[in-house]
């Protein structure tokens, strides 16, 4: 791999004087809010928004309209989730009025698409600051500028950069996501991720080792191992994802999950991995999309529905009783009504755990924005509806499967209905609820499964029903 591909450490710690200089200006913001939208990848870069506003001095605060600096994480993969994301800056135009000192910044995906910087300025004249996916890192020098410059700052590269050692704030004491690889190579036809997150590239192994070991040494019971396509991690760098998940697995720490996985580079030896692997949970995300094989082709997806339905069956036989999730798109253009249900049929055979559905949106820029025969609306939302409906009583099924079985529980808090319940994440990746308090919080707990609601578990203390 080149090394050009690293953020030189002189950038960094030019970074960090920034952030010193930024701490000591009379003018600065004192309190922030981050908005996040979209995937785990900008969850993970809002952390890194955090970490770098409490390097320079400021705390947050709890609600967005209370904050003197107030920054928009967007996403922009499906029109709704851009459209939320300018509809909440808009609403901020408000509160400034009532609150002229009040910073606003937009920064994430949807600020690399091509001309989203100029409409941006142009549109939203009480934004100050806006920059890209690959200027994440500069953050500190941009809030610089605009606090000394008196000026509106916009900063938009497509440097395919990988910056270590930026400063975090985690989310969760027990459960941290650690980012293994940048960006993305598959363009998938629909997909705009590639363009706005560049090109795909990977952390060196024993920087993530090493972050990895000091989130052990700081008591966190789960790592999420982060990638848009985690499967060819290590391409061009003489190693792969299963060799890395097996030493991030003898670091000892308790559950270890990974996401996302695309099935045509889901190979025997990650298959085998997740067999040995004794803190890898057996729960496994690998979005389908489609199940007819002339769609997946339009898709890009370079798999067939047999070759998945193999990747399925091998992932079964090797870790009995995984939890398997997917993503499906319904109303790519050109999808009849036999194509798609081909996609029923297959959620029908597989029995995901649970499937997120999405309705095509077309992104300016992809191959399929350009591709003819348009699904028209009401077909698509007639189809998400029988999609969902049908995955709901799969689900309900192949849930029946935990009854009687102990899952062990990594406590996130208390439950949304008492006070006198807690819930978190079995191994299998499903919600579980269970009579506890606030000191469960961050603990693995075994529970006994005793009833299932529609898309979650309840249950009581494992240790409690076997003494
Ligand atoms: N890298 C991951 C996820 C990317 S985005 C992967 O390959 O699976 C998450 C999901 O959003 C995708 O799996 C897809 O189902 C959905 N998605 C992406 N672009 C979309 C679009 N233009 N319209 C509708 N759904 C889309
Ligand atoms: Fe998008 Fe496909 Fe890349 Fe996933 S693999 S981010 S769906 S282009
Ligand atoms: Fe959205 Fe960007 Fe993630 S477009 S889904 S936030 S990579």
Redesign the pocket.
């Known amino acids: 791999m080149e090394r050009n591909q690293f953020v030189p450490e002189e950038e960094l710690a030019a970074q960090r004087l920034c952030m010193e200089r930024v701490r000591a200006l009379p003018q600065r913001p004192r309190t922030y809010h981050v908005v996040t939208?979209?995937?785990q990848?900008?969850a993970h870069d809002s952390e890194k928004l955090a970490g770098m506003l409490e390097a320079m001095g400021l705390s947050e605060a709890p609600a967005r309209d209370e904050a003197d600096f107030v920054i928009f994480n967007t996403?922009?993969?499906r029109d709704n989730?851009e459209r939320r994301a300018l509809g909440n800056v808009t609403w901020l135009k408000e509160v400034r009025k009532l609150r002229p000192e009040l910073m606003i910044a937009v920064c994430?995906?949807m600020i690399q698409e091509p001309g989203m910087a100029e409409r941006i300025l142009r549109q939203y004249p009480f934004v100050d600051l806006a920059f890209g996916t690959s200027n994440l890192h500069r953050f500190p020098s941009l809030l610089e500028e605009v606090l000394t410059g008196g000026q509106r700052v916009v900063a938009v590269e497509d440097g395919d950069v990988i910056a270590e050692d930026v400063p975090v704030r985690r989310l969760r004491r027990d459960a941290a996501y650690l980012t293994i690889m940048y960006g993305c190579d598959n363009f998938c036809s629909y997909c705009?991720?590639p363009y706005?997150?560049g090109r795909e590239r990977s952390r060196r192994m024993e920087d993530i080792l090493r972050e990895a070991e000091g989130l052990r040494d700081s008591g966190v019971q789960e790592i999420m191992l982060l990638g848009q396509n985690v499967n060819s991690y290590g391409k061009g760098m003489g190693t792969d994802f299963p060799t890395l998940l097996r030493a991030v697995d003898a670091l000892g720490i308790p559950r270890i999950r990974f996401m996302t996985s695309h099935p045509k580079d889901l190979s025997d030896e990650l298959v085998q991995a997740m067999a040995d692997c004794r803190h890898v949970l057996p729960q496994f995300h690998l979005p389908v999309q489609s199940g007819s094989d002339e769609v997946l082709r339009q898709m890009n997806r370079r798999y067939t529905r047999a070759a998945y339905l193999d990747r399925v069956r091998a992932l079964r036989q090797a870790v009995p009783g995984i939890g398997l999730t997917t993503d499906l798109i319904v109303g790519h253009p050109g999808e009849t009504e036999e194509q798609f249900r081909e996609t029923l049929s297959l959620v029908d055979e597989v029995g995901y755990d649970s499937a997120f559905t999405f309705i095509y949106s077309p992104r300016t820029g992809t191959r399929a924005a350009a591709m003819p025969d348009p699904v028209p609306a009401e077909v698509s939302t007639e189809r998400i509806q029988r999609l969902i409906a049908l995955q709901e009583r799969r689900q309900r099924e192949v849930m029946a499967r935990f009854l009687g079985q102990t899952e062990e529980v990594l406590v996130e808090g208390l439950s949304k209905r008492s006070d006198r319940q807690v819930s978190g994440k079995g191994g299998h990746g499903v919600s579980v609820t269970f009579p506890g308090g606030p000191e469960d919080i961050g603990k693995i707990v075994r529970v006994r499964i005793t009833a299932q609601r529609n898309n979650t578990l309840a249950g009581e203390r494992a240790e409690e029903t076997e003494a």
């Open positions: 939208y979209g995937c990848m900008n996403c922009c993969v989730a994430g995906c705009i991720v706005v997150r």
